[in-house]
Structure formats: structure tokens, C-alpha cells
């Protein structure tokens, strides 16, 4: 099939999961839309900025981990036999990067695997990386995690680790992030490596800062996904008549957004109509933070064994090391 008719048939399936998406979590009695719908262009710019915001401490912990721990870290991989490093949503892994530099340094045997649902981004990352890294092997896999892993898997019996980076695993709630945790158990063989990346409990003002920021970047990042829906699926949502809340329970580390319907309305999406009341919430992202015992707790359900965890120098952020 020639590949733009391809492309187009992909993006219309898209498209259709997309909308039937937002129908369901907007008829649900608290409405919800998915946070994954977040990052369209607009979005994956507001994220950037995000990052770079004082507030936003992630980032900067992660790299910390990775730039100033890298052989620390390297040592969990390194058996002497060669092994396929596949990072899930690996966007411009700028911190996987020096981790990368370091192995090839090394001269480890091993092939890199960024697993993208955007084609765009890979093609950007394998050109940056064989510009900074010319002998590594790279293998690009554009697709769906759980189905890239699987076609991994069934390609080579060469030992996987697999890194699942960024505090991503927060943005599902606990037990989302157990059935993801043990799908990737049930892919793995015995041996095999995840190395994952949680945000720690830390003074709740820390966290309710990073994603309530003064200058209202979380809020247009929230804000965009209705533009979006505005865009993609013919709808008609007043944005100015919405309003970013954030909200952090320290208890159960659930850092919570939503947008608040500031008064009564209709918005038409396709053909489908919903009514908002005045103060009416949707349920927007959820950022889990973590403390130790709930690792762990996670770790062992989903049948993995932790063998080492590495922090940041504030102890806010850790790579955790699991072996299937
Ligand atoms: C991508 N993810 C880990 C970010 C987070 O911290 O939950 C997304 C984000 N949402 C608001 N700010 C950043």
C-alpha cells in the first residue's frame, strides 16, 4: 500500500479511538478526558516549557540521576553479555542520552530501542543521536508499547532492559500503573530488566508548585486538550469559559487537575452534546507520588524483584531498578 494512503488510514483510526475516548469519559458521571491526549504539537511545547520551568524539579532530578550517576546505574546492565536498552516513550531522550554515551564509551555490546507512538519524534532523535553518537546501534520502533515490546521479543533472545523514564508511571493511578507493571512482567523473561522513574512525597508545597505554577503553563497545558477537541473533533468548547484547579493530597500522593466549567453550558463534540453546571469538574491528570513502601508494594504485585534504586541528590526522584 503506498504510504501516504497508509498514513492516512492510521491517523483516521486515531482519530476515531480519540473521539470515542473523549465521548466516554465525557458521559461518565464525573467527567473525565485522558491525559495522554495532552500532547499535540501545542502540547508537546507546553510540556517543554514546563520542563524548564524552576518549579518543575523532575526533570532536573531525573538528569541529576542520570549525568551524575551513570555508572552507578550502568552497573545493574552490564553481565558481560550483550543486551537491547528499549526505552518507552522515549521523546528526546535527553537523559537516556548520557546514559548511551557511557555504555558506547565503554564500549558495551548492546542496541538501543526508543519505543515512540510519534514517528516524528523518533526520526528527530535518530538523527540527533548519529550526530552525537555515530557507532551506536539504534533500532527505532514506532507503535503502541505492548506491541513493540512483543515483536522485540519475538525478534532476539538477547536480555532486555527496559526503561520507563520521566515520572510517566505517575500519570496513572495505582492501579492502572499495576496493570501496566505486570503486563510488562508477563512480556519479560527471567532476568530481564525495568528500570523505572518515580517522583517521591516531599513537602506537599514542593509538588502543589510544580503544577500550579504563577505563570499558568499547567493551566494552558490542561486548556490546549479542549483545543484540541475544538480542532480535531468538530466541537465547541469556550475555552475562556474554564479554569485550571490543582489540587495535592499529601496523604495519598495523588496530585490531582482539573478544569472547572465556570458556568452552566452545552459544548457539541461531533454530534454528541454534554451539559456542564456552573463549578462542574473534569477530571483531568493525575501525577501519583510515591513513597518507598508503595514501590515496593508495587514491585513485588506486579512480580518483580527490586535490585537497587538509585536517587537524586535532594532524594526527591529515583530510578528503581526491578528484574523480572
Ligand atoms: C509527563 N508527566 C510525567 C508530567 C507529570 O509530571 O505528571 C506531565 C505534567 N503535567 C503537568 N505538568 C507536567
Known amino acids: 500500500m503506498d504510504s501516504i494512503l497508509q498514513r492516512s488510514i492510521t491517523n483516521e483510526k486515531h482519530q476515531g479511538i ?6 466516554t469519559g465525557l458521559s461518565k458521571p464525573q467527567k473525565k478526558l485522558h491525559s495522554k491526549y ?3 504539537e501545542k502540547g508537546d511545547k507546553l510540556f517543554q516549557k514546563i520542563m524548564e520551568m524552576p518549579e518543575y524539579y523532575l526533570t532536573d532530578c531525573e538528569m541529576d540521576i542520570f549525568k551524575n550517576k551513570t555508572s552507578e546505574l550502568s552497573e545493574y546492565m552490564i553481565d558481560g553479555n550483550p543486551f537491547d536498552l528499549i526505552e518507552l516513550g522515549a521523546g528526546d531522550a535527553l537523559k537516556s542520552t548520557y546514559l548511551l554515551k557511557y555504555l558506547t564509551a565503554a564500549k558495551i ?6 519505543i515512540d507512538i510519534s514517528g516524528n519524534i523518533l526520526s528527530v532523535l535518530d538523527r540527533n543521536l548519529k550526530k552525537e553518537l555515530p557507532d551506536l546501534d539504534i533500532k527505532l520502533l514506532e507503535g503502541d508499547y505492548f506491541k513493540m515490546l512483543q515483536h522485540v521479543m519475538d525478534g532476539s533472545d538477547r536480555r532486555k532492559i527496559l526503561l520507563f523514564l520521566g515520572g510517566n508511571i505517575g500519570n496513572m493511578d495505582v492501579t492502572e500503573a499495576y496493570r501496566f507493571c505486570r503486563e510488562l512482567y508477563s512480556k519479560l523473561k527471567k532476568g530481564d530488566l525495568l528500570i523505572t522513574g518515580f517522583d517521591l512525597k516531599k513537602n506537599p508545597h514542593t509538588i502543589l508548585n510544580a503544577y500550579n505554577d504563577v505563570r499558568g503553563l499547567t493551566a494552558s497545558f490542561n486548556l490546549n486538550l479542549l483545543a484540541r477537541i475544538n480542532r480535531e473533533l468538530d466541537a465547541d468548547f469556550d475555552i475562556s469559559k474554564f479554569q485550571h484547579y490543582q489540587n495535592y493530597d499529601p496523604i495519598s500522593g495523588a496530585c490531582k487537575s482539573y478544569l472547572v466549567s465556570l458556568v452552566n453550558q452545552t459544548v457539541n463534540v461531533s454530534e454528541h452534546q454534554f451539559l456542564f453546571n456552573e463549578h462542574e469538574l473534569i477530571d483531568m491528570e493525575i501525577s501519583q507520588k510515591y513513597e518507598q513502601k508503595d514501590i515496593d ?8 524483584k527490586i535490585i537497587g534504586q538509585i536517587a537524586d541528590s535532594k532524594n526527591w526522584f529515583v530510578d528503581s531498578v526491578w528484574q523480572a
Open 109 to 114: 555490546n548492546f542496541t538501543y530501542m526508543p
Open 38 to 40: 495532552f500532547y499535540d
Open 297 to 304: 508494594a508495587l514491585a513485588s504485585k506486579s512480580g518483580f
Open 18 to 23: 480519540f473521539l470515542n475516548d473523549v465521548i
